[in-house]
């Protein structure tokens, strides 16, 4: 969604977990730690014997003060953070001031689009609970942390307690290695995951993203390998942090966070194994996020338009690649080519930051020689539809490539709409070809 509102929960219910023996200090801001400890309990006295956990596991064992937890168990958790926004925040707040009270703390400075701004903002920490009044709030997941989407009801409730209710679930692990070709992106992999599991194939698991690969991708190609979790039913995607989160957070927090990362004797539901060096650039065709296709198979696809935005594809880092694919081309567009950046950040990025090997040009430099529609105001813009004067709905039945999250019947304006999801080197080729294109075509 548009702007945000993000929260503290109430101080009080949010007691930290006493670490005997478990802390090592590594930075400032950073704590590694092994599983929570919080007894003396021994298990040599008791019979009992603890086993490996997830990510995940880990991070809700904390927040919930147990020492132990598994799928399936129902824990009461203490949340971190908690983001609503334009659509959900007042539904959300009219709870917590008929049942908490009439003060709230609001941050009331428009940002963007809450996933990318919650990340700029620095609220997205290794370690922590970070629940939002949107689906997509998983796209958080990237810093290593927990981060799933509630409802309006729930996010009442944690505004005036700091709790919330959840089962545990289990982990679906998805192992990339292998390098990086250099016409592929974050969106294709998650494409290809969705394509292989369906859109009910991790229906309320957690899915955890390891390998070479993964380790390669900067934070915001990580942030839409997590965001799209959610279009395979999953309840969380997680990334272990490591030196590409903490040098991110680094002049965006102060506030201390404690990384798990999954023990080795951990016990996953399934595990996924992808060479991403043989993959291609890959599309999902309407109307279904796992409808995958190799973009070459839809050479011949004729477009009507390109949309590049949203909290998936508006990011800085998906501009610049779009600008790359632009640059190579010399070309002009031959389609309405729409960009809608996520927040003011990213806007001003596109003004000011010089594309590699451009010869100093900005994104919007080439933009405009491109052809291009010029960069709007940050907003969700056509990506979940909305009334019809909104900026780049489809308000006829359009063809349109984009590098939002949905493809469903409607999802972007009108209900029989075509919509291509794709990277945003897929979807800038597309723009200059007018059919779906393969980046290949321009990235030699």
């Known amino acids: 969604m548009a702007s945000s509102l993000v929260s503290s929960p109430t101080s009080s219910f949010l007691k930290k977990i006493a670490f005997h023996k478990c802390k090592k200090q590594v930075s400032k801001k950073i704590v590694s730690v092994m599983a929570p400890h919080q007894s003396e309990r021994k298990t040599y006295t008791t019979g009992s014997l603890k086993t490996g956990m997830t990510m995940t596991e880990k991070i809700l064992a904390r927040a919930s003060e147990k020492q132990q937890l598994s799928p399936g168990d129902n824990v009461w958790v203490n949340v971190d ?78 505004l005036g307690t700091g709790k919330v209710l959840l089962k545990v679930p289990s982990t679906l692990r998805f192992v990339m290695d292998g390098e990086m070709p250099h016409y592929l992106l974050a969106k294709d992999l998650i494409l290809q995951i969705i394509g292989e599991i369906s859109v009910s194939g991790a229906t309320y698991k957690s899915m955890e993203f390891v390998g070479t690969t993964v380790e390669s991708l900067n934070m915001e190609e990580r942030m839409t390998l997590c965001n799209m979790v959610v279009e395979a039913g999953g309840k969380n995607g997680v990334v272990p942090a490591d030196s590409t989160t903490f040098k991110y957070l680094e002049d965006k927090t102060t506030v201390p966070y404690e990384p798990v990362y999954s023990d080795a004797q951990a016990s996953f539901l399934s595990e996924y194994r992808f060479d991403i060096s043989k993959l291609e650039p890959l599309v999902a065709k309407p109307h279904s996020p796992d409808n995958r296709a190799l973009a070459r198979e839809c050479k011949d696809v004729k477009i009507d338009r390109v949309y590049i935005g949203s909290c998936t594809g508006g990011k800085t880092e998906d501009f610049l690649a779009a600008a790359k694919v632009f640059l190579a081309s010399g070309k002009k567009v031959k389609v309405p080519t729409f960009l809608v950046p996520a927040t003011q950040k990213v806007w001003m990025d596109i003004y000011t930051l010089s594309v590699p090997e451009s010869g100093g040009k900005t994104c919007s430099q080439i933009f405009e020689e491109a052809g291009c529609d010029t960069p709007a105001s940050p907003s969700c813009g056509a990506c979940l539809g909305g009334p019809k004067d909104t900026y780049a709905r489809m308000n006829e039945p359009k063809v349109c490539v984009s590098t939002t999250n949905r493809n469903f019947p409607g999802r972007m304006g009108h209900k029989e709409g075509q919509i291509y999801l794709a990277s945003p080197y897929t979807a800038a080729a597309s723009a200059l070809t007018g059919y779906v294109t393969d980046p290949r075509e321009f990235l030699c």
């Open 81 to 158: 953070i908690l983001m609503t926004h334009d659509v959900c925040g007042p539904g959300s707040i009219g709870i917590f001031k008929k049942e908490f009270g009439e003060k709230a703390k609001a941050n009331p400075d428009y940002k963007g689009v809450c996933h990318v701004a919650l990340a700029q903002e620095g609220h997205c920490r290794p370690g922590e609970v970070l629940l939002g009044t949107d689906s997509h709030t998983c796209t958080a997941g990237a810093f290593g942390q927990f981060a799933t989407g509630i409802g309006n009801t729930d996010a009442g409730f944690v």
